[in-house]
Nanobody, 119 residues
Framework: QVQLVESGGGLVQAGGSLRLSCAAS?????????MGWFRRAPGKEREFVAA????????RYADSVKGRFTISTDNARNMVYLQMNSLKPEDTAVYYC???????????WGQGTQVTVSA
């Protein structure tokens, strides 16, 4: 069974940076998997933040984070990262790591990590 465990959330002032980590396990290889980050802000629906294929050759970002966030993978360690710079109060949310096999839906989710950006 695929397992995803996020870490790295916390409280930061506006303009600051955080790096979220996601440890993936349960597969011999994640080569056919796409890794994603999503977030859910208080009172809002869950939204897409960023995604990357396991080889790291194809990245996508939500318009709201483009130019500020960077998603990356470390294949040797089965890790996925989300580097978040120039954070804004509206980035406050629970951030979730997720993965999907090829073009299927994102089926596997982590437990989430809280990111709070103070003004």
């Amino acid at each position: 069974q695929v397992q995803l465990v996020e870490s790295g959330g916390g409280l930061v002032q506006a303009g600051g940076s955080l790096r979220l980590s996601c440890a993936a396990s349960g597969r011999t290889s994640f080569n056919d998997y796409t890794m994603g980050w999503f977030r859910r802000a208080p009172g809002k629906e869950r939204e897409f933040v960023a995604a990357i294929n396991w080889s790291g050759t194809n990245e996508r970002y939500a318009d709201s984070v483009k130019g500020r966030f960077t998603i990356s993978t470390d294949n040797a360690r089965n890790m996925v990262y989300l580097q978040m710079n120039s954070l804004k109060p509206e980035d406050t949310a629970v951030y979730y790591c997720a993965t999907r096999f090829r073009l299927l839906d994102f089926r596997y989710w982590g437990q989430g990590t809280q990111v709070t950006v103070s003004a």
